[in-house]
């Protein structure tokens, strides 16, 4: 096994990062042009807020990947660093990476809070999985 193959999941997630974020000022801009609202309301926060919440959804999605996904990021370097890659961390990366992607999709278009939750948390316990194999391989 190629120890740097846990780097495709990880390039994969920072792709699937840039999707969104590229997305979210598509949806946006096209929001306030459609909306003719002056661009002006959007710094203050509240307002701003308020005024972008019927397209809140690729913004909220992007603020997440920088939440959990940290950990996953942490866990594939040290992997890599530590030479314990092998088929299942791979297999349990590209998983976390393809649900990761499923909940990005859920919530940056219609964004039904069951499905999205059903999927996070599957992605949670590949995550936490990954984790409890490293902490306790020796």
């Known amino acids: 096994m190629e120890q740097q193959q846990i780097f495709d999941p990880m390039a994969a997630l ?5 999707l969104v974020c590229v997305f ?7 929001f306030i042009r459609e909306q003719k609202l ?8 509240g307002a701003g807020e308020k005024a972008l919440a019927p397209v809140a959804g690729p913004s909220d999605n992007l603020k997440n990947l920088f ?3 940290v ?3 942490l ?9 314990k ?4 961390y791979l297999n349990l990366a590209w998983a976390y990476v393809g649900l990761r992607t499923v909940h990005s999709l859920i919530q940056s278009t219609y964004n039904r809070i069951v499905h999205r939750f ?5 992605s949670m316990f590949v995550l936490v999985w990954m984790w409890l194999r490293f902490v306790y391989s020796g």
């Open 75 to 83: 866990l594939c370097v040290v992997l890599f660093v530590s030479g």
């Open 24 to 30: 979210m000022y598509y949806t946006r801009i096209g």
């Open 85 to 88: 890659v092998d088929a299942m």
């Open 14 to 18: 920072v792709f699937l990062t840039f």
């Open 67 to 69: 939440e959990m996904p």
């Open 71 to 73: 950990l996953f990021y």
């Open 38 to 45: 002056d661009p002006e309301i959007l710094k203050n926060k």
């Open 118 to 122: 059903g999927v996070y948390t599957l």
